[in-house]
């Protein structure tokens, strides 16, 4: 009896993988020159004809000041209406759902150069809740995937929420059964899960009584990049002062989104242009203002957001760090500190909290039952989320291998469970 190749998918809202098991252990596609994982980024240049770019070369080649547009964090907009309103990219009208096709189409053709057999089987990961409180707009995005997926060439489509992909990844290697919590943040999304995990459970064709509870809340690594612009990056570029003789406060809704990864294109318009303009006559504060008014016309907004992702991650490391914006003047620098990112971010943070209790709460266990904590996702590198689970989880475990491809590996594995053998 010969094992039936599946793969898993993990497409995300800031890095994306997909595995294969096709006999053996399910091992990672390399989908970008070397790398395992590739941002979910894709590059459209102006050029007819020319392109799409994916990933690292399609934000590198936007940044080099390649003319085109830029697409990232899609997966935020799964599930809402806006994915079947059409953009102009090009010079050709798409829809958003057909430009996630696009992406998912390059991952599958990275997949089918390397494997020697069709693949017919993927199963596709989702977070627990792509939208909070919207269960319609979870049934859509879902159906969404789902179509992309069959459209792309794939005959059976499942799902699983990432979390449980993310034990499944870590439970081969496990030598004893553990309570495991999965603490999964994304740049999107943030899932948990407690679960019993056991290398003898693999291959159990149910797994629903090992799993115990399942929370998630749309708050990840955007949302922390968007807290950290509005906090240290846009006061620099006028956000806080005031306009006109009764001093008016300067309209925020452009630095929102210029600070939002899905709505930066949006700005990108003879409306925006003309409203700063306006502004910019009556402001108080002109250098700070014509800085927005200059990174709109360039359309460097999501430079600009590159610049403020890159100061969110040196803060891992570092408690002050200066962070260069002298593309938009020279010598022009954003100083920011550990303190003032954990600050901007702290109503998501204890919304982050509340969630990972709420998912003990509905497991019926305690902090001090959990044996392994498995971290995955970029943003559990931050020291504020990191130190509060060393400190509720004194004595569990603490996993932190693939954390931007464990998904992607558990979801293969789930594969053979769901498809099994021929």
């Known amino acids: 009896m010969s094992h039936r190749a599946v793969c898993g998918i993990d497409f995300g809202t800031s890095n994306s993988a997909i595995a294969v098991a096709d006999g053996g252990e399910p091992y990672l596609i390399k989908v970008e020159n070397n790398s395992e994982t590739i941002p979910t980024a894709i590059f459209f240049p102006e050029i007819k004809g020319s392109g799409p770019h994916f990933g690292r070369d399609a934000i590198s080649r936007f940044t080099g000041g390649e003319h085109g547009r830029l697409m990232r964090s899609l997966k935020r907009l799964m599930g809402l209406s806006i994915m079947n309103k059409p953009t102009r990219l090009n010079g050709q009208s798409i829809r958003l759902s057909d430009v996630v096709k696009i992406f998912v189409q390059n991952l599958k053709d990275r997949m089918d150069q390397v494997t020697t057999q069709d693949i017919n089987d993927v199963v596709m990961g989702r977070p627990v809740h792509f939208n909070d409180n919207d269960p319609e707009g979870d049934a859509l995005a879902q159906q969404t995937l789902e179509k992309i997926a069959l459209d792309v060439g794939f005959k059976n489509v499942e799902f699983q929420y990432e979390p449980i992909a993310a034990a499944f990844a870590h439970e081969a290697k496990l030598s004893a059964e553990k309570l495991a919590l999965v603490v999964d943040i994304g740049g999107g999304t943030s899932d948990f899960t407690v679960m019993k995990l056991s290398k003898s459970y693999i291959h159990k064709a149910d797994r629903r009584e090992d799993i115990l509870a399942n929370t998630g809340v749309r708050i990840g690594g955007n949302d922390f990049d968007k807290n950290l612009a509005l906090k240290s990056f846009m006061p620099l570029l006028g956000m806080g002062t005031t306009y006109g003789k009764k001093k008016l406060d300067v309209p925020t809704a452009h630095y929102f989104d210029l600070a939002t990864w899905s ?90 909290i509340t969630c990972i209790n709420d998912c003990l709460a509905k497991a019926g266990v305690k902090a001090a039952d959990i044996s392994l904590v498995i971290l995955t996702g970029g943003s559990t590198e931050i020291p504020l989320l990191r130190d509060h689970v060393k400190r509720v989880f ?29």
């Open 263 to 352: 709505k930066i294109n949006d700005l990108y318009t003879f409306k925006t242009i003309n409203s700063i303009k306006t502004i910019l006559h009556e402001a108080h504060e002109k250098k700070k203002y014509e800085r927005l008014l200059e990174i709109v016309e360039r359309q460097n907004g999501h430079l600009l957001l590159a610049k403020v992702e890159n100061a969110k991650i040196e803060l891992t490391a570092n408690l002050v760090y200066n962070q260069d914006i002298d593309f938009i003047e020279e010598d022009l620098y954003a100083q920011v500190s550990r303190a003032q990112f954990e600050e901007a971010i702290d109503i998501e943070y204890k919304k982050i």
């Open 394 to 422: 004194p004595t569990a475990e603490i996993s932190e291998e693939n954390k931007l491809s464990s998904v992607a590996l558990g979801l293969a594995y789930d594969g053979i469970r769901r498809f099994g053998r021929r």
